[in-house]
């Protein structure tokens, strides 16, 4: 069995701004407050968290959707590679942005879920309103 996560966050912020961050390394870096490499086309790699996070573009829906294999280096050698889904859906007031993330290890969610919101979802907030 692996476990598997959904969460979301409303940033002040377009699809197109938000995606486009996601997708280049100095902006991503600049929201996390961490390193980050990415290879803007599908099968491009990508690296983040400070080299704590790999994987690769498996799809890029411009403005819409990202979809990438995705490991930590918390992982075993012998654990697949997770799956993130990340959506941009515009809102009244920005972008709602979700994140499913599946095949993490059994056990393993809970860790993630407050990954993802202290070390992605806490920064984007301060980093899209502060940019307004």
Request: overall charge neutral; charged content about 30%; glycine content about 8%.
């Amino acid at each position: 069995m692996s476990d598997a996560i959904k969460l979301s966050v409303t940033l002040f912020t377009t699809p197109k701004e938000l995606y486009n961050a996601w997708l280049d390394s100095e902006k991503h870096s600049a929201f996390t407050g961490s390193k980050a490499t990415i290879e803007r086309k599908v099968g491009g790699r990508f690296t983040a968290g400070d080299g704590y996070i790999q994987g690769e573009n498996t799809l890029l829906h411009m403005n819409k959707r990202i979809h990438q294999t995705w490991r930590t280096t918390d992982f075993s050698e012998d654990s697949p590679d997770s799956i993130v889904e990340i959506n941009f859906d515009p809102v009244e007031k920005g972008t709602k942005l979700t994140i499913v993330h599946t095949n993490l290890p059994e056990g393993e969610g809970k860790k993630y879920r407050k990954g993802w919101r202290d070390y992605y979802f806490t920064p984007m907030k301060k980093y899209f309103n502060e940019k307004d």
